[in-house]
Every structure is written in C-alpha cells, then in structure tokens.
C-alpha cells in the first residue's frame, strides 16, 4: 500500500470487499440453472436451511430489502413453482412462505452447480487461510448489520 489517501486501509479494504462481491455474484449467476437468479436461490437456500415458514416481512429484513423487492422475488418462485405462499394459520392477515418440492429440487440443483467454483476458490486460496479470515468476514458483517 502506498501513501495515497486513497489506498487508506478503509478504502483497500472495501474496495477488495466490492470487487469480489461482484465478481462473485458474476460467477455464481453464470453457473445457476436457467432462469434462476441468485436472489432466488438465496431465498430458496433461507427457506430450506429455516425448515419452517417465514413471513415475507421476515424475509426482507434477513435480506435487508424492501418488502416490494422481496414481493417481487417471491411472486416469481411462486410463478415457478418454487415456494408456497399461503395465510398465516393464525392471523389470517398474514401470508407465509415455505418452500416446495420442487423449490427443494431447484435449490439442490443450484447448489451442485455452484459448489465447484466455491470449493475451486476454497482449495486455490487454502483453507487454513478462510478460516482465518471468517472470523474477521463476520465481525464485518455484525458491524454493518449494526448500523442497521
């Protein structure tokens, strides 16, 4: 790092954080099935992963989106098939969301695709040296989620 102002250790910082973001997402979309984007497969991924419904509401906020940007996701996994979106049982003024069958096929599937590049990515970089920086990556994270 030189002694440009603009190299400081925030802007370095985030500046790797941005470009393997992008970077990341560019590789990760390329390789998901046709027609799923990688917001859907992160939704799909929650779902799967929560084991039990979630409120639309409640996906926006573990998203940090808006709750239309979330509406507008979910009304194309319903379309697909991928999700089921009914009335919460116990106030029927809200909807909940859970993943189908075929939305558990579709995330699998995704997730076979895009394994190899992480795990390629993985073993090039070495694992002892993710480990040691996850910590760090989530502390990042915490910081920023705190921020709100």
């Known amino acids: 790092m030189n002694d ?3 190299d400081s250790l925030p802007v370095a910082l985030f500046s790797e954080m941005f470009m393997a973001d992008q970077l990341a997402r560019t590789a990760l979309s390329k390789a998901l099935p046709k027609g799923m984007e990688l917001s859907h497969f992160s939704v799909l991924n929650h779902l799967a992963r929560a084991g039990e419904p979630r409120s639309p509401a409640q996906l926006a906020k573990s998203f940090h989106v808006t ?15 991928h999700v089921h979106i009914h009335p919460d049982w116990d106030d029927a003024r ?5 993943i189908s069958p075929a939305g558990r096929k579709a995330r699998d599937a995704a997730l076979a695709a895009i394994t190899p590049i992480i795990g390629d990515v993985v073993e090039q970089i070495g694992s002892e040296k993710v480990r ?3 910590p760090v990556l989530r502390e990042v994270r915490t910081k920023f989620d705190e921020l709100g």
């Open 67 to 81: 709750r239309g940007a979330m509406t507008n996701t979910l009304n194309k996994l319903e379309w697909a098939g």
């Open 132 to 134: 040691s920086v996850l």
């Open 94 to 98: 809200r909807k909940q969301v859970t």
């Open 4 to 6: 440009n102002p603009k």
